[in-house]
């Protein structure tokens, strides 16, 4: 029997080299795939076979590998029901030993899993299981980010549109099941074994148990339910197979089942987005304005190729059609990634001097309340403004829907951070002196609501502060449908100074000031058209007068704003 340290002893990095994609191992048409298991290493070396161009699974107990479940007939008759509908096997079948013709022995993954540590000890990222077996044969891990599951039919359970599972191991004891029993309870159900929902009801409180007599009825619950929480386990690999939306538990020490996918939430910490099952279908037509109430119907386009209207009673710009509210709620959760400017810092450095810190906004809001007090910043992104906040006296407080975000404000920056929507929190009437809401307004489904709870958790005479975009500046005016900020997905409400003034005035609050700037906005591009304009050098003299001039107008790129609860 070969040990892990007379494996790891003779690999070599050629062994696990990445290559390009769609480079495969050339064999005979039928080939035999051999494993081993557990349950989910089975169910994660599926895209491995797939992309090998398929053929015969055999599996049964391992000879050098230790794995912990000794694969017997029985275990395999209950995986054969899903296992014989995916179009990639060809049949299933159970060996007490490796068949002879065996072409790919998929348990040699786990020789990837030997060199794990000392790859992430050079740079290298963690792989999740699926990708260690792509890895492993020299395959595109991008392989695994596409569904690898299909089920012959979804077996939605009526009223109870949640599956909820958990495993007795890969625990983490900081995940909320707690708030998510709140929130999901009255309309889950449990999936997997009596044992593992005896233990979860008992720690978490009643919840009805559906049970399962093989994968395929378990994968049909899971395609048809609309949410599935739970950790990583094999009913876990399933959902992930189909890509179905989910919330994973995730094991901080080791977690191996982090896919690149939208619809997945990984819950590290005890702050976690947790997904809300919504009644609004995809693209939701308000009938209503969502600021004075007037007739939607009536109100004509202010953007020819988006649903972008112009209420007719009160004159604010909105998007009457809505994209589906999850699927934003989602969307949002990237914005902690690389590729966002809200992305979390590397290091010290950029916490320290980052933009997003706004120390020109911070300096103007002393003009209006002095520490020390509570502050709230609603949108707060990884808390950049509310280490500012700190550092100057105020105690800080954080809500932000991105969960990531949230939870490098509370963990790392050790700022109280909240992750939810503000009418889901539950903070107390009078409780701040500040709120602040920096390009936060416009992306609020009910502005009026919002406002009217921000006045009740706000003290008589606290500040609300904030920033938004201007939908009459020059640029909206100039270019239209490809305006930056018109984002027909994600900003609901688009405010000129007129407007946001009456609005924050019927909504009980005394503007201080406000006022238009360039801000976040793209400067170059700016400069750019008014430099065609006015046909100047868009870095002269003259075009640092106009975008002044424009500020005064009401014109800038943005709205800053100060207003007193009264």
């Excluded at 910490?269 to 969502?290: A, D, F, G, Q």
């Excluded at 790392?412 to 002196?433: K, R």
């Amino acid at each position: 029997m070969r040990s892990f340290e007379a494996i790891a002893r003779r690999l070599r990095p050629q062994h696990f080299d990445p290559v390009s994609p769609g480079l495969t191992i050339p064999l005979k048409r039928d080939k035999v795939f051999f494993h081993s298991g557990d349950f989910g290493d089975i169910i994660y070396c599926l895209p491995t076979i797939r992309a090998l161009g398929g053929g015969r699974l055999v599996i049964g107990p391992a000879n050098h590998w230790k794995t912990r479940l000794c694969m017997t007939k029985a275990h395999v008759e209950i995986m054969r029901p899903l296992l014989k509908v995916q179009p990639y096997l060809t049949s299933v079948e159970f060996s007490e030993k490796p068949p002879p013709d065996t072409d790919i022995d998929l348990n040699q993954f786990r020789e990837y899993l030997i060199t794990e540590h000392e790859r992430m000890k050079k740079g290298a990222r963690r792989l999740n299981l699926a990708e260690a077996h792509l890895y492993t044969f020299k395959l595109d891990l991008e392989e695994c980010e596409k569904p690898w599951l299909v089920v012959d039919y979804a077996q939605p359970i009526p009223d109870k549109p949640v599956l909820m599972h958990r495993s007795a191991r890969w625990r983490n004891s900081s995940f909320p099941w707690k708030k998510i029993m709140e929130r999901h309870a009255h309309h889950a159900v449990f999936v997997g074994l009596a044992s593992e929902h005896e233990d979860f009801v008992k720690d978490f409180g009643d919840l009805p148990y559906r049970p399962t007599s093989n994968f395929l009825e378990l994968a049909r619950l899971i395609a048809g339910c609309r949410l599935y929480i739970g950790n990583q386990s094999l009913p876990y690999a399933i959902c992930e197979g189909l890509k179905h939306n989910s919330v994973l538990e995730v094991w901080r020490e080791g977690p191996n089942c982090l896919f690149k996918r939208k619809n997945a939430i990984y819950g590290e910490s005890t702050i976690v987005y947790i997904p809300k099952i919504r009644e609004k279908s995809m693209n939701t037509k308000l009938e209503h304005c969502p600021l004075c109430g007037a007739d939607s119907a009536e109100a004509p386009l202010f953007r020819q190729k988006t649903d972008i209207v112009q209420c007719q009673s009160c004159s604010l710009v909105y998007l009457r059609t809505h994209p589906d509210e999850e699927a934003t709620m989602l969307y949002y959760q990237q914005y902690a990634d690389d590729h966002s400017h809200m992305r979390l810092p590397k290091n010290f450095e950029d916490i320290r001097s980052s933009g997003l810190r706004r120390d020109y906004f911070m300096q103007e809001l002393l003009n209006y309340v002095k520490p020390p007090g509570n502050l709230l910043d609603i949108g707060c992104g990884w808390g950049a403004f509310l280490a500012n906040a700190r550092e100057k006296g105020f105690t800080p407080y954080g809500v932000d829907v991105c969960h990531k975000a949230a939870n490098f404000a509370s963990t790392v920056l050790g700022i109280p951070t909240v992750c939810d929507q503000l009418d889901d929190c539950q903070f107390t009437e009078a409780m701040f002196d500040v709120l602040v809401v920096i390009h936060t307004l416009e992306h609020l489904m009910s502005p009026a609501a919002a406002l009217d709870r921000m006045r009740k958790i706000l003290k008589p005479g606290g500040v609300l502060a904030g920033i938004v975009p201007n939908i009459g500046g020059f640029c909206s005016l100039t270019m239209k449908e490809k305006w930056q900020w018109l984002d027909e997905n994600t900003h609901y409400v688009h405010f000129t100074p007129e407007t946001l003034k009456a609005t924050l005035e019927k909504h009980g609050f005394e503007v201080l000031h406000l006022y238009t700037h360039t801000g976040d906005y793209d400067d170059p591009e700016l400069r750019r058209l008014l430099g065609q304009r006015d046909d100047k050098d868009p870095n002269s003299e003259e075009i640092n007068a106009a975008i002044k001039e424009l500020w005064e107008k009401g014109q800038g790129e943005e709205i800053r704003f100060f207003a007193k609860a009264i």
